[in-house]
């Protein structure tokens, strides 16, 4: 059975670094078809792309938010990390990773989310 | 970076009905856009991929056309648990979420 899990802090600090872990089974970070995203949804408002990693380490960002964002993994560990630098109150969300299927560029598993609330 | 644009935002449909939903690209994006649905506290669930292949479980009623820059998501005969929020995907290049349409109970 293919699952993703997000694991980090459920709240965090202005100004603060967010770092998300996605912990995968039932498939192998360094499958040459598959790869891992991160997505987020704010409150009230649309999902948004975050960023990927594939197998082959390739790696993209969303434009607008590239300079605060890193993504890395541990094929070891199975786990894809995502970090978030100089966190605000608008990045409060629910954090999802997302199994790419690199055939059709489709999120075909979901994990389940993790919600994060930036707050003083 | 390419946009996607929903329409409409939201609307009201009854059990039974035929809903469509529309997605504009601002560039082509060839065949490279994926349908999903979201309800509320749960995860998004894939329904259909590059365009107009329905994923694996997804129930027939749910269709998906179109190609370069606009396409279409078709729900045949709406059903109770079909009521949320549908969004658009594109993969040609890097990844974006389109803003969403809401399918509410009329």
């Known amino acids: 059975q293919v699952t993703l899990k997000e694991s980090g802090p459920v709240v965090v600090k202005p100004t603060e670094t967010l770092t998300l872990t996605c912990t995968v089974s039932?498939?192998?970070?360094?499958?040459?078809?598959?790869?891992v995203s991160w997505i987020r949804q704010p409150p009230g408002t649309a999902l948004e792309w975050l960023a990927q990693i594939l197998s082959n380490d390739e790696k993209a960002y969303n434009a607008s938010l590239k300079s605060r964002l890193t993504i890395s993994q541990d094929t070891s560990k199975s786990q894809v990390v995502l970090t978030m630098t100089n966190l605000d109150p608008v990045d409060t969300a629910t954090y999802y990773c997302?199994?790419?299927?690199?055939?059709?560029?489709?999120?075909?598993?979901w994990g389940q989310g993790t919600t994060v609330a930036v707050s003083s | 970076d390419i946009q996607l644009t929903q329409s409409p935002s939201s609307l009201s449909a009854s059990i039974g009905d035929i809903v469509t939903i529309t997605c504009r690209a601002s560039q082509s994006i060839s065949s490279h856009l994926n349908w999903y649905q979201k309800k509320p506290g749960r995860a998004p669930k894939l329904l259909i991929y590059?365009?107009?292949n329905l994923q694996s479980g997804v129930p027939s009623r749910f269709s998906g056309s179109g190609s370069g820059t606009n396409f279409t998501l078709t729900i045949s005969s709406l059903q109770p648990e079909d009521f949320a929020t549908y969004y658009c995907q594109q993969s040609y290049r890097v990844f974006t979420f389109g803003g969403g349409t809401k399918v509410e109970i009329k």
């Open positions: 997302a199994r790419i299927f690199k055939g059709s560029g489709a999120l075909d598993i």
């Open positions: 590059t365009s107009s």
């Open positions: 039932g498939f192998s970070l360094s499958n040459s078809r598959l790869g």
